[in-house]
């Protein structure tokens, strides 16, 4: 059974530039959440994909938005980058609402603002 | 919104000793607290979960213990060995809708062999 997969791994951007993220879930799994990781910060919630809806925000500003495609895939994408958006992107996967099991992660993006 | 606070930040034992990493959360309604180990350039790995109906849960080295009341629990890791060396991050979540999980800051434990 094909885990969480995230591309791309690595990226280096421009302060200005934009950049999209994917998340491809567990097979069956319709929840798609996303986790901004700074070593400052510990994990931070993006935001959370449920049946191509948003269904929770995290505080961040509106340059962070995202997606879910009716295979349950989602994208996340920045706006307007700053050098404080380099980080590693996380994506977890459950199977949805009212799931008390865990996520599972992807191994992540990490991205480099420069 | 829920926030959950985590301590120590950084832990180093001795091979052999144990671990204790303690965790505080504010909402009373959260009933689900797992616990995420992350080693070095890989992703968070669940490793062992409580749920609020329970006070403890074990499953080898490793043990968590729930106190409701004081809204606190903690992950124990008895015997460590090397492997254990990796950030840990504790989590609460509570069921029904679409709740987010609020992660804590992050654990990073050596063992010293």
């Known amino acids: 059974k094909a885990g969480v997969t995230q591309t791309p791994r690595y990226l280096i951007k421009t302060r200005g530039q934009q950049v999209t993220l994917s998340c491809s879930p567990i097979?069956?799994?319709?929840?798609v959440s996303w986790y901004q990781q700074t070593p400052g910060q510990g994990l931070q919630f993006l935001f959370e994909?449920?049946?191509?809806?948003?269904?929770n925000k995290g505080n961040f500003p509106g340059r962070f938005s995202g997606r879910q495609f009716s295979n349950s895939r989602s994208e996340m994408n920045v706006s307007t980058l700053e050098l404080g958006d380099s980080a590693l992107y996380l994506c977890a996967s459950s199977p949805g609402q009212g799931y008390l099991n865990g996520y599972t992660f992807g191994s992540g993006t990490r991205l480099t603002v420069v | 919104g829920e926030n959950v606070e985590q301590h120590p930040s950084t832990l180093s034992v001795q091979e052999g000793d144990s671990a204790v990493i303690k965790c505080t959360y504010s909402?009373?309604?959260?009933?689900?607290f797992p616990w995420y180990k992350q080693e070095l350039g890989k992703r968070p790995q669940l490793i062992i979960d409580?749920?609020?109906?329970?006070g403890e849960k074990k499953d080898q080295r490793i043990a968590v213990t729930l106190n409701k009341t004081a809204k606190h629990f903690s992950l124990h890791i008895t015997e460590t060995q090397p492997e254990d060396s990796a950030v840990y991050f504790c989590a609460a979540s509570r069921s029904g809708g679409y709740q987010k999980v609020t992660f804590g800051t992050g654990t990073k434990l050596q063992v010293i062999p």
């Open positions: 994909y449920f049946s191509e809806t948003q269904r």
């Open positions: 909402d009373s309604a959260s009933n689900y």
């Open positions: 409580i749920r609020s109906n329970v």
């Open positions: 097979s069956g799994h319709r929840s």
